[in-house]
């Protein structure tokens, strides 16, 4: 569910007309809905109370921080990966005790920020990453609370770019690996080894394979409090799904009613992981017609943004639905759903739609049925939310888009657009002579 919808066959977001925004903040242009951020956290922490498990958002997914701040105002914690997310997190005024890190590559000077500020947990992905740990600790003659990141060996079942729990990722540690960890544990000093953490992919849309991974970390747990090894948390990672295209993801209610049972035996605190659940569906990437090209029996929608700006389809082949700002049909209804199934009312055409970029990987779509088109029109890509704006970049040299935040009839901009002047900031012209 998303606060984006067709009134009088326009679209808008939350109380907004989109294309009023557009024309205001021009585009390429990334748009948020306020209620639709809030509302899935709040459907999570709902679905879960019973545990009332700490919810850090995962930063990677999107890193605005008005996004991560408003979560964080709202009890959520922060799942980072690099010092840079680590940084945003307390920009963004998240408590230390509510930050969780993760990355099988953390640097010396990355450990020692989280060592000082006393994050929650860093997750261990690897036994000489443990030893670095605890040789860094005790040079800062500190104690840092750590959790073993756990390879279960379980398919995810979604894309293999975004597969994290197989034994053949690069992910965590396997479970005898970690036993010995664990088994040894008064070897690392410095450190307190008190979490156990899988996460195995993203874009899941069956409760199978969480329920296998959990149900196979539960086991080890179980053998572990056999041999007096004691834990206090297990962080489920996150990876729910949410609808890009014709996906049947479960429900944060139908997640927690499958897992929960499991999670309840473990007698341990939980943490989830979420990202994309949160913010997938509550953001959209508006672009404008630039052009229409034929080639042979191939029609081309040229539009202003690009895959510098929204990778997704570049880099998986992801799919996105594409809607007009403005319907060229009436439904009947507002619905979303009925909007697309009543396509075919209209003149429609197939369409690559592309973007400027020199590389024929630059598209958001192939052989996409969409109403005709013409030069100017906008178009919404929808569920730009997760891995969108925080996976742009500057190829070709193109300025990365702004951000805008609808929150019910009023529009803030919360990330500018950058200039060309921001494209060389940081560079120096050394004269050669």
């Not at 000082?116 to 800062?140: H, M, T, W, Y």
């Not at 042979?296 to 700002?325: E, T």
């Amino acid at each position: 569910m998303h606060e984006f919808r067709y009134i009088r066959n326009e679209l808008y977001c939350e109380n907004l007309k989109v294309e009023d925004i557009a024309r205001k903040f021009d585009t390429p242009l990334y748009i948020y809905s306020y209620k639709t951020i809030l509302d899935h956290f709040l459907k999570l922490k709902k679905a879960f109370r019973s545990i009332a498990p700490l919810i850090c958002f995962s930063v990677k997914s999107n890193s605005n921080l008005s996004i991560i701040r408003t979560l964080v105002r709202h009890g959520a914690g922060l799942d980072v990966v690099s010092g840079g997310e680590l940084f945003l997190a307390l920009k963004a005024g998240c408590p230390p005790r509510r930050i969780v890190y993760a990355s099988v590559g953390k640097t010396a000077r990355e450990i020692r920020k989280a060592i000082r500020l006393g994050i929650l947990f860093l997750n261990v992905e690897s036994l000489p990453e443990l030893q670095n740990i605890d040789r860094i600790a005790k040079i800062l003659n500190k104690r840092i609370r750590v959790a073993i990141r756990i390879n279960p060996d379980v398919s995810p079942e979604t894309h293999r770019f975004i597969t994290t729990g197989k034994i053949t990722n690069k992910f965590g540690v396997d479970f005898e690996v970690a036993y010995n960890i664990l088994r040894h544990s008064h070897e690392f000093s410095n450190v307190d080894i008190l979490g156990l953490h899988i996460h195995i992919g993203s874009q899941i849309t069956e409760s199978s394979p969480f329920i296998k991974a959990i149900a196979r970390v539960t086991q080890f747990i179980e053998r572990l409090r056999k041999e007096k090894i004691r834990l206090e948390y297990f962080n489920i990672g996150g990876g729910l799904g949410i609808v890009y295209d014709k996906e049947t993801p479960q429900t944060a209610f139908d997640f927690a009613s499958r897992v929960l049972p499991i999670l309840k035996k473990t007698k341990l605190r939980i943490i989830l992981e979420p990202g994309r659940f949160i913010v997938g569906n509550a953001g959209i990437f508006v672009v404008r017609v630039l052009y229409l090209k034929h080639a042979g029996r191939k029609k081309f929608v040229i539009v202003d943004g690009a895959m510098n700006d929204l990778i997704r389809p570049a880099l998986y082949g992801a799919y996105h639905d594409i809607l007009p700002l403005k319907r060229q049909w009436d439904s009947g209804s507002d619905n979303m759903t009925e909007a697309r199934n009543r396509r075919e009312a209209i003149r429609v055409a197939r369409y690559d739609v592309v973007g400027p970029i020199c590389e024929s990987s630059d598209f958001f779509a192939k052989g996409r049925v969409l109403p005709m088109l013409k030069q100017g029109d906008y178009l919404a890509i929808m569920g730009a939310g997760a891995y969108g704006f925080s996976m742009s970049s500057n190829y070709n040299s193109r300025l990365r888009p702004a951000e805008v935040m609808i929150m019910k009839n009023r529009a803030f901009l919360i990330r500018k657009r950058e200039t060309y002047r921001d494209l060389i900031r940081n560079e120096l012209i050394v004269d050669y002579k």
